[in-house]
Every structure is written in structure tokens, then in C-alpha cells.
């Protein structure tokens, strides 16, 4: 059962940038039908799905974050990565990596989710 | 984007009690509809795909049904480790969106 993980700072000052990643465990993120993706949870604004990535290296971005959000992946280490610059506090939410299958686009698989809160 | 709604957005109900939650869609999705569970604490956790298609390993309680811009989860017979909060999300098309959660707590 493959499992995921999340990292990165708790604390980010605002206008910075927000650095996380996950690390894929009990299997490979070099499957050609999966996606792995970014998703967050504040209490304004609930669950908001931010994107996804594919090994391969194909990304998608939700609108609202054009601009400001980044995907990437590094299979050697069998992680993918979020990066947001210029965070305000409306950015502040527990952060969780998923995966869907293609074309089916539900999530079975979360990591735990990792809070950052943007503050000064 | 498909704007997603849910009722109620919190009940309480006893141990063994039925429970119906009700998700709403602005736009036909067909029955590209998936429903989580979040307990408090933890991630969410799919129960069902597909409108009404179980995950490995879930209950036989848990039941979907619904298609178009209706769709409902039943609980049939609640047990302790029930008492959650339950999010629909829709998986038509990009953007995927989720509704805004029923909170089930006891009675």
C-alpha cells in the first residue's frame, strides 16, 4: 500500500515562499497512470484541490494560483514538490500530498497533511 | 468551476442510527462523484467512487447513490469510529472541487 509523506517548514513569513515536499513510499511515482497531487485544507475555504504533476513531468495549476505555484518531481528520490512564492496569511492551511488515477480523479491516497502557517 | 454544495452541514445520530447526506452539484457531472471521510486529525479517506462504488476495504454501512447534480451518502447503521465529517468531490473535470463538509456527531 503506498504511502505518502509530507516536509517542510511549519512557519512562513509573508511574501515568501512556501517549500514543501512529498516522499512516496511501498511503491514507485514513475507509474504512467497515476497523478500526484497538492491539496489544502483552511477553515475559510475548505478542501481546495491546488494541482498535480505527473512523473513524466506534466503539470496542472488551478487558476487562482497562476503565477505563484510551481509542481516538480524527482523520481530518483521518489518525491514530488510544491513551491508558492509571495504567501500571505490566506495561504495558511494544512498542506496534503494525494494521488489519483488518471482519468478517474479521485484521490486514493493522502499523505497525513503538514499545517503551515504564514506569520511574520 | 463546479460549485459544490452539501446538506446538512452537521447532524447528530445515535450508535446504529441511519444517516443520509446530501451533495449537490451546479452542473450535470454524470456519476463522477467520490465521497471522504475525515476524522479529526487525519487526512481524508476515500469511501466511495464513482457515485456509488466502494474502496477496498470499506464497510458495507457506507452506500452512494445519485447522478446528474444529486447524489447522497447513507450510513445505515452508525457505529463509534462513524462520528466524523464527510466531503463530496466532484471528478467531471478540472478543477476538481469538494463541498464544504457534514459534520456527524452523537446524538
Known amino acids: 500500500q503506498v504511502e505518502l509523506q509530507e516536509s517542510g517548514p511549519r512557519l512562513v513569513k509573508p511574501w515568501e515562499t512556501l517549500s514543501l515536499t512529498c516522499t512516496v513510499s511501498?511503491?514507485?511515482?514513475?507509474?504512467?497512470?497515476?497523478?500526484w497531487d497538492w491539496i489544502r485544507q483552511s477553515p475559510g475555504k475548505g478542501l481546495e484541490w491546488l494541482g498535480n504533476?505527473?512523473?513524466?513531468?506534466?503539470?496542472y495549476y488551478i487558476s487562482s494560483l497562476e503565477g505563484r505555484v510551481t509542481m516538480s518531481v524527482d523520481t530518483s528520490k521518489n518525491q514530488f514538490s510544491l513551491k508558492l512564492t509571495s504567501v500571505t496569511a490566506a495561504d495558511t492551511a494544512i498542506y496534503y500530498c494525494a494521488r489519483h488515477p488518471e482519468a478517474k480523479n479521485w484521490f486514493d491516497a493522502w499523505g497525513q497533511g503538514t499545517p503551515v502557517t504564514v506569520s511574520s | 468551476d463546479i460549485q459544490m454544495t452539501q446538506s446538512p452541514s452537521s447532524l447528530s445520530e445515535s450508535v446504529g442510527g441511519r444517516v443520509i447526506i446530501t451533495c449537490r452539484t451546479s452542473?450535470?457531472?454524470?456519476?463522477?462523484l467520490s465521497w471522504y471521510q475525515q476524522r479529526p486529525g487525519k487526512a481524508p479517506n476515500l469511501l466511495i467512487y464513482?457515485?456509488?462504488t466502494l474502496q477496498s476495504g470499506v464497510p458495507s454501512r457506507f452506500s452512494g447513490s445519485g447522478s446528474g447534480t444529486e447524489f447522497t451518502l447513507t450510513i445505515s447503521s452508525l457505529r463509534p469510529e462513524d462520528f466524523a465529517t464527510y466531503y463530496c468531490?466532484?471528478?467531471?473535470?478540472?478543477?476538481?472541487?469538494f463541498g464544504p463538509g457534514t459534520k456527524v456527531d452523537v446524538k
Open positions: 464513482g457515485a456509488s
Open positions: 468531490q466532484q471528478s467531471y473535470r478540472t478543477p476538481f472541487t
Open positions: 452542473e450535470t457531472i454524470s456519476r463522477s
Open positions: 504533476i505527473h512523473f513524466s513531468g506534466k503539470t
Open positions: 511501498s511503491g514507485s511515482i514513475k507509474l504512467d497512470d497515476y497523478y
